[in-house]
């Protein structure tokens, strides 16, 4: 199954505070997609890119949330100030064949 | 409004008993089907998948059964083991040029008693 590789696991931060993952894709895959599943295991999409280009974003995204996938370096997604509300498990996921996408073990978020 | 519904949220069966987990639909246009298993403090990890154009899908203990005319389907676990306890989301995705984007339900909480 998938090697979609996320650190940290786990992640707290204070209100406000700068919150970054990272993920480093299925054998070097250039797309990517995070998302967001809540305490009530609701996922969210929040954006996708191919290889240095968003593709896809929700308005959330647009206004706090950043992502990037540099050469040679992990994807990345930041969330600028982080707010209560973020607390959730990050997933990274890349394609591997057909039309499904492959899950990193995700980045557990905790907002004090 | 929910465009993958499961209906059960959680379901407990006893060990050898098949579990039978099902998942339902909104849009037509959705063409491929994989349903993701998740422990806890993992993300979810693919199980089994089906297209549009079957109506079984078969994988050792794991059948999936899909209508498409009703909108639904069923993932069935066969001979269920108390390693099975776990979440299962049913998704769906639409091919387009944006890819493989994924819409899920919100899970069945399976327990399997031994």
């Given at each position: 199954?998938?090697?979609?590789?996320q650190?940290?696991?786990?992640?707290?931060?204070?209100?406000?505070?700068?919150?970054?993952?990272?993920?480093?894709?299925?054998?070097?895959?250039?797309?990517?997609?995070?998302?967001?599943?809540?305490?009530?295991?609701?996922?969210?999409?929040?954006?996708?890119?191919?290889?240095?280009?968003?593709?896809?974003?929700?308005?959330?995204?647009?206004?706090?949330?950043?992502?990037?996938?540099?050469?040679?370096?992990?994807?990345?997604?930041?969330?600028?100030?982080?707010?209560?509300?973020?607390?959730?498990?990050?997933?990274?996921?890349?394609?591997?064949?057909?039309?499904?996408?492959?899950?990193?073990?995700?980045?557990?978020?905790?907002?004090? | 409004?929910?465009?993958?519904?499961?209906s059960?949220?959680?379901?407990?069966?006893?060990?050898?008993?098949?579990?039978?987990?099902?998942?339902?639909?909104?849009?037509?246009?959705?063409?491929?089907?994989?349903?993701?298993?998740?422990?806890?403090?993992e993300?979810?990890?693919?199980?089994?998948?089906?297209?549009?154009?079957s109506?079984?899908?078969?994988?050792?203990?794991?059948?999936?059964?899909?209508?498409?005319?009703?909108?639904?389907?069923?993932?069935?676990?066969?001979?269920?083991?108390?390693?099975?306890?776990?979440?299962?989301?049913c998704?769906?995705?639409?091919?387009?040029?944006?890819?493989?984007?994924?819409?899920?339900?919100t899970?069945?909480?399976?327990?399997?008693?031994?």
């Amino acid at each position: 199954n998938s090697k979609v590789i996320q650190t940290p696991r786990y992640l707290v931060k204070g209100q406000g505070q700068k919150a970054k993952m990272r993920c480093i894709p299925e054998k070097g895959h250039p797309v990517v997609f995070w998302y967001q599943q809540n305490k009530n295991n609701e996922f969210k999409f929040l954006i996708n890119f191919q290889n240095q280009e968003v593709l896809q974003q929700i308005d959330m995204t647009e206004k706090r949330f950043s992502a990037e996938c540099p050469s040679n370096s992990p994807c990345s997604l930041e969330i600028q100030s982080s707010e209560a509300g973020d607390s959730a498990l990050y997933l990274c996921a890349s394609p591997g064949g057909a039309e499904t996408l492959y899950f990193g073990s995700g980045t557990r978020l905790t907002v004090l | 409004q929910q465009q993958v519904r499961q209906s059960s949220q959680s379901l407990t069966v006893w060990e050898g008993e098949t579990a039978i987990l099902n998942c339902s639909y909104e849009n037509s246009a959705f063409d491929y089907f994989p349903w993701y298993q998740q422990f806890p403090g993992e993300g979810p990890a693919l199980l089994i998948a089906i297209r549009s154009v079957s109506d079984k899908k078969e994988d050792g203990r794991f059948t999936i059964f899909f209508n498409k005319r009703e909108k639904n389907l069923s993932l069935h676990i066969k001979d269920s083991q108390p390693g099975d306890s776990a979440t299962y989301f049913c998704a769906a995705s639409v091919w387009g040029n944006m890819g493989y984007k994924l819409t899920f339900g919100t899970g069945t909480s399976l327990l399997v008693d031994p």
